[in-house]
């Protein structure tokens, strides 16, 4: 809006600079009209380009497309008059124009994005410089949070800031920007995957400053809006081992491991596993992890799959053979045509106990177009797969979801 209102006033500038120079006197006078038409011949041009860019609202082009055309008709009229006016003098046209221009440079300073432009200008700076220094990096990120101050609510630009100070290693200043994200995620409509996420980061900016307690209860809440965030889990198997809770490390890379599938290299999970049961047997304590089923199912979605609106959710969900309430869920994004959800106990919904000591039970899926766990008319659907929970732990589905 800023911008709008710095070239409206230059747009005015114009036209009286215009007008007073216009009537100069009669040698000069018909040139004048003639170049004023052509500007405005040209703004109008030049309007209907940045409507049709998005650049100018509907209601701010109707405005200045209404002005413009008015004062081209006026221009129009007296070029056919022959009476040239009153000649004025160059520097009160000259003086008049310089005012205005000034006036309008000094509101957009006040009222327009100066600083914005400025916050730019440092991070282009920023990133070409050869060898950044500390105080272009403080810089840089002050000007942008103080920007953000005067844009409280803008969670994407706390998020970013956020991200930019953990990247450096700002972990005591990315921890309040952090805690800003999370209450105005709250604010609006829920999503776990988001909260979960921000959770975790939380628990990272804490366990980088050495508070090991209240970062693992960070990322144990994660894991109750997520049981699969596989940041957390991380994080919670290494400081449940620090803490020395060697029952809990052990469950937790467990779950890491199921995660990362089959195919994955989990030689290192292997070794803290270990590790953990290592110290539990010099205690005398021979403990192995008990997290049950694992169903690991691979989606292949329609090629339409990119014209989804934003609402749209993908729910993979088991249910019993003879009943419709799912023992477990999943609810995902839309984020790519072929897409993989692990389905384990974590995942249980209501009080049915999750998958573990379930017989048969019928795994599906299916895209809501607008995210509600109610199927509805339209809803992209797989094929139901029977599996039996009775013969082993470890499952591997492919369903492919249909156009209806």
Same mark, same amino acid.
Do not use: C
């Given at each position: 809006?800023?911008?709008?209102?710095?070239?409206?006033?230059?747009?005015?500038?114009?036209?009286?600079?215009?007008?007073l120079?216009?009537?100069?006197?009669?040698?000069?006078?018909?040139?004048?009209?003639?170049?004023?038409?052509?500007?405005?011949?040209?703004?109008l041009? =030049?309007? &209907? +380009?940045?409507?049709?860019?998005?650049? @100018?609202?509907? %209601?701010?082009y109707? #405005?200045?497309?209404? /002005?413009?055309?008015?004062?081209?008709?006026e221009?129009?009229?007296?070029?056919?008059?022959?009476?040239?006016?009153?000649?004025?003098?160059?520097?009160?046209?000259?003086?008049?124009?310089?005012?205005?221009?000034?006036?309008?440079w000094?509101?957009?300073?006040?009222?327009?994005?100066?600083?914005?432009?400025?916050?730019?200008?440092?991070?282009i700076?920023?990133?070409t410089?050869?060898?950044?220094?500390?105080?272009?990096?403080?810089?840089?990120?002050?000007g942008?949070?103080?920007?953000?101050?005067?844009h409280?609510?803008?969670?994407?630009?706390?998020?970013?800031?956020?991200?930019?100070?953990?990247?450096?290693?700002?972990?005591?200043?990315?921890?309040p920007?952090?805690?800003?994200?999370?209450?105005?995620?709250?604010?609006?409509?829920?999503? =776990?995957? &988001? +909260?979960?996420?921000?959770?975790?980061? @939380?628990?990272? %900016?804490?366990?980088? #400053?050495?508070?090991? /307690?209240?970062a693992?209860?960070?990322?144990?809440?994660?894991?109750?809006?997520?049981?699969?965030?596989?940041l957390?889990l991380?994080?919670a198997?290494?400081?449940?081992?620090?803490?020395?809770s060697?029952?809990?490390s052990i469950?937790?890379?467990?779950?890491?491991?199921?995660?990362?599938?089959?195919?994955?290299?989990?030689?290192?999970?292997?070794?803290?596993?270990?590790?953990?049961?290592?110290?539990?047997a010099?205690?005398?304590?021979?403990?192995?992890?008990?997290?049950?089923?694992?169903?690991d199912?691979?989606?292949?979605?329609?090629?339409?799959?990119?014209?989804?609106?934003?609402?749209?959710?993908?729910?993979v969900?088991?249910?019993?053979v003879?009943a419709?309430?799912?023992l477990?869920?999943?609810?995902?994004?839309?984020?790519?045509?072929?897409?993989?959800?692990?389905?384990?106990d974590?995942?249980?919904?209501?009080?049915?106990?999750?998958?573990?000591?379930?017989?048969?039970v019928?795994?599906?899926?299916?895209?809501?177009?607008?995210?509600?766990?109610?199927?509805?008319?339209?809803?992209?659907?797989?094929?139901d797969?029977?599996?039996?929970?009775?013969?082993?732990?470890?499952?591997?589905?492919?369903?492919?979801?249909?156009?209806?």
């Amino acid at each position: 809006m800023a911008i709008l209102v710095f070239g409206a006033l230059l747009l005015v500038a114009l036209l009286i600079v215009a007008t007073l120079a216009r009537r100069r006197g009669n040698a000069t006078e018909q040139d004048s009209v003639a170049e004023s038409i052509r500007i405005h011949k040209d703004r109008l041009q =030049a309007l &209907d +380009e940045e409507h049709q860019r998005g650049e @100018l609202e509907d %209601t701010d082009y109707q #405005q200045f497309k209404a /002005e413009t055309e008015r004062a081209l008709l006026e221009d129009t009229r007296k070029a056919s008059d022959t009476d040239p006016g009153r000649a004025v003098p160059l520097v009160v046209v000259v003086g008049v124009g310089v005012v205005i221009a000034a006036s309008a440079w000094w509101l957009y300073g006040v009222w327009g994005a100066a600083d914005a432009v400025e916050v730019r200008q440092n991070f282009i700076d920023l990133a070409t410089a050869p060898n950044p220094t500390e105080a272009q990096l403080k810089e840089t990120l002050d000007g942008y949070e103080a920007l953000l101050q005067e844009h409280p609510d803008d969670m994407e630009g706390w998020f970013r800031l956020a991200n930019m100070q953990m990247e450096l290693g700002q972990f005591s200043r990315a921890q309040p920007t952090l805690d800003r994200v999370l209450t105005l995620l709250r604010e609006g409509p829920r999503n =776990a995957e &988001d +909260e979960s996420m921000i959770l975790a980061y @939380l628990g990272q %900016t804490l366990w980088a #400053q050495e508070q090991v /307690e209240p970062a693992l209860e960070r990322f144990q809440e994660a894991l109750e809006y997520n049981a699969q965030n596989t940041l957390a889990l991380g994080f919670a198997g290494r400081l449940t081992f620090e803490l020395a809770s060697y029952r809990s490390s052990i469950d937790y890379w467990t779950r890491l491991k199921r995660l990362a599938g089959e195919e994955a290299d989990t030689q290192l999970i292997d070794e803290f596993i270990s590790r953990s049961e290592a110290a539990l047997a010099e205690q005398g304590i021979d403990y192995e992890a008990d997290v049950g089923p694992s169903i690991d199912v691979s989606l292949a979605l329609p090629t339409a799959w990119e014209g989804l609106p934003e609402t749209a959710v993908l729910f993979v969900y088991a249910r019993p053979v003879d009943a419709r309430m799912p023992l477990a869920v999943r609810r995902v994004p839309v984020s790519a045509r072929q897409m993989r959800v692990v389905l384990t106990d974590a995942d249980a919904m209501g009080g049915m106990g999750g998958l573990s000591g379930q017989g048969e039970v019928v795994i599906t899926a299916r895209v809501s177009f607008e995210g509600v766990a109610e199927p509805a008319p339209g809803d992209w659907v797989a094929e139901d797969v029977t599996l039996d929970l009775s013969e082993q732990n470890s499952f591997q589905v492919d369903l492919e979801v249909r156009q209806p």
